[in-house]
């Protein structure tokens, strides 16, 4: 009995040696590819191919990060440090089984173009990947940075805030719900009531260049979420763009978020 107790040890031991090399591994090739996106950004910006050369290094990174984040169920809950660094934004949510990887791609200007990578756990524990198609020409992107859950009836669901560059003084900013649904990741999952219908988004524009806003000079025109009480909350924002201090409110009521 204890040859055999030692032997279980012995086991365990090497699994979480071998797990631990994989996840370095790992880590260091994600990082030597997101490493050629800075380099084309910045360093390469002079070369004929430029413009060729950063699309692909995005191509691959994006490649790689799929492979790994839907083959190797550690992954999701890695904290990728040295990634994070130099540019990696991650946001997981408090369940630990949806995350989502965003980064800049610098194929933009003033409007920066983000990538997405979706990472998640369906029920019969198996980790799944993808990454995301922007919605079309001309469409930047966002990054995300929180993800807040809650469940309704029985099911639960995920607010995800983001936020899309669309100038050195525009933005858009919104909350999306996203669901595990039969095995998939459901983007369209609908949690937020108003009075044209069940939605599955709020968002809104910051417009600071309008002349409205010349003057303003506040920071809270970001979403904010009351965990607690679970309100969401969305500055009002006037026809001519001006951004107000007065605010929209969404709460939990059970079901569906309602207005307050």
Known sequence: ??????????????????????????????????QRIDYWSSEGRDHKNFY????????????LLVRYTSSYPETLHHDFKSLKKIGLIMTTSEDGKFRVYSWDSW???????????????????????????NQGEGDPGRYYYQINDVISENKKYYLAQSKAILSSGMSYHAITIFSIDNGQLNDKAQLIKTQSGIKNQLGY??????????QYEGKDYEIEYDQKNKIISIPL??????VTTKKIRYQFKGKYFEKI
């Open 52 to 63: 060729d050369s950063l699309s692909s290094a995005n191509t691959k990174f994006e490649n």
């Open 237 to 242: 924002i006037q026809a001519d763009s001006k």
């Open 205 to 214: 524009e910051v417009d600071l260049t309008s002349s409205s806003n010349r």
């Open 1 to 34: 009995m204890k040859a055999k107790t030692i032997l279980i040890t012995l086991f365990l031991f090497a699994t979480h040696f071998l797990l631990g090399q994989n996840i370095s591994t790992i880590e260091k090739e994600l990082n030597s590819a997101f």
């Open 107 to 133: 194929t933009g200007g003033s409007m920066h173009f983000f990538k997405n990578v979706y990472q998640y756990e369906t029920p019969d524990r198996k980790i799944h990947s993808k990454a995301v198609e």
